[in-house]
């Protein structure tokens, strides 16, 4: 399968604190894209990282790829209850060759 | 950026009958696209719907059970044909204006057949 997985599957913590979460996957890449979805509802695109650079910053987000080892992460820093949600990292060569990942559920308690 | 109207919201369906959800979007975009995403699981793209041809499908996706109408470049529909229980979930329409860029998604459709 080409799908990314996340890492990891679930993740709680504290209003203020960093969350991280990791994904891998198997095939190349042109890019690698975060998407958040709350509550089961559409997706929202929050970062993308071309394959030929290794860390990108978005407000309180930064997000670093290393195709070495096929991975990425996601660091949200300052995290807020409304951060919660779940976030997907989707991998592929086009916007019609995209896998999305099994997806990191955070949990940001106020 | 794209905005994306996806309609219905949610619905509850009946065994063996049919839904048709619409996506409007407010600019032209090059490609559209439908993704289904079951409980709790990721997304997976049922089809690239193309503007005055045939529907694009993947592996697993039929047009039988999932016909696509893309009659310009800002509308589309999706069918889902003789419902089962197996057919709840989330179905999200997206779209892109360049190839390897962004998805832009609708708000999605959550689907229950009983």
């Known amino acids: 399968s080409q799908q990314g997985e996340e890492d990891p599957q679930a993740l709680s913590i504290q209003e203020g604190e960093n969350a991280t979460m990791n994904c891998s996957y198997k095939?190349?890449?042109?890019?690698l894209q975060w998407y958040r979805q709350n509550s089961g509802r559409g997706l929202v695109h929050l970062i993308l990282?071309?394959?030929?650079?290794r860390e990108k910053h978005s407000g309180r987000l930064r997000v670093t790829l290393d195709t070495s080892k096929k991975s990425s992460s996601l660091l949200i820093t300052a995290s807020r209850a409304a951060d919660t949600a779940s976030y997907f990292c989707a991998t592929g060569t086009g916007a019609n060759n995209l896998f999305f990942g099994t997806g990191t559920r955070l949990t940001v308690i106020p | 950026s794209a905005v994306i109207s996806q309609k219905p919201s949610r619905d509850i369906c009946q065994r063996g009958t049919s839904l048709t959800i619409q996506c409007q979007v407010d600019?032209?975009?090059?490609?559209m696209f439908w993704y289904r995403q079951q409980p709790g699981q990721s997304l997976t793209l049922i089809a690239t719907a193309n503007q005055g041809s045939e529907a694009t499908y993947e592996s697993g996706f039929v047009i039988d059970k999932f016909p696509i109408s893309r009659p310009n470049l800002t509308f589309s529909t999706l069918t889902v044909s003789n419902m089962s229980p197996e057919d709840s979930s989330i179905y999200l329409c997206?779209?892109?204006?360049?190839?390897?860029?962004?998805?832009?998604f609708g708000s999605g459709t959550q689907l229950s057949v009983l």
């Open positions: 095939t190349s890449i042109n890019n």
């Open positions: 600019s032209q975009v090059t490609m």
């Open positions: 990282i071309r394959s030929n650079e």
């Open positions: 997206s779209v892109s204006d360049r190839p390897n860029e962004k998805l832009f």
